[in-house]
């Protein structure tokens, strides 16, 4: 079984920053792709960013310029960096990464369990 835990969540003033990450555990052979996504309150959850393994970046429109996200590898953590928080940010952040598994080398999606930040005006 695969683990995501997520850390770095609170409340922060608009304008402010924030640095969320995401350690994987477990039955891990490899994790390809690893990501952020978001879910406000009554909306649907949508993509904020994602790294392959290699590095290559792709961010929503609405954090491009603002939010980071880069990985460790040795680590297995993903992170996310966030500058110039808005209050339309405050969602329920959650991790999710493609792993292939340890035991059944088949690649699976993995979600974390959700860390919340609150950006106040």
């Known amino acids: 079984q695969v683990q995501l835990v997520e850390s770095g969540g609170g409340l922060v003033q608009a304008g402010g920053s924030r640095r969320l990450s995401c350690a994987a555990s477990?039955?891990?052979?490899?994790?390809?792709?690893m990501g952020w996504y978001r879910q406000a309150p009554g909306k649907q959850r949508e993509l904020v960013a994602t790294?392959?393994?290699?590095?290559?970046?792709n961010y929503a429109d609405s954090v491009q310029g603002r939010f980071t996200i880069s990985r460790d590898n040795a680590k297995v953590t993903v992170y996310l960096q966030m500058t110039s928080l808005k209050p339309e940010d405050t969602a329920s952040y959650y991790c999710?990464?493609?792993?292939?598994?340890?035991?059944?080398?088949?690649?699976?999606?993995?979600w974390g369990q959700g860390t919340q930040v609150t950006v106040s005006s």
């Open positions: 477990g039955s891990i052979f490899r994790v390809n792709t």
């Open positions: 790294i392959t393994r290699g590095g290559s970046t």
């Open positions: 999710n990464a493609d792993v292939i598994g340890s035991y059944t080398y088949t690649a699976d999606q993995y």
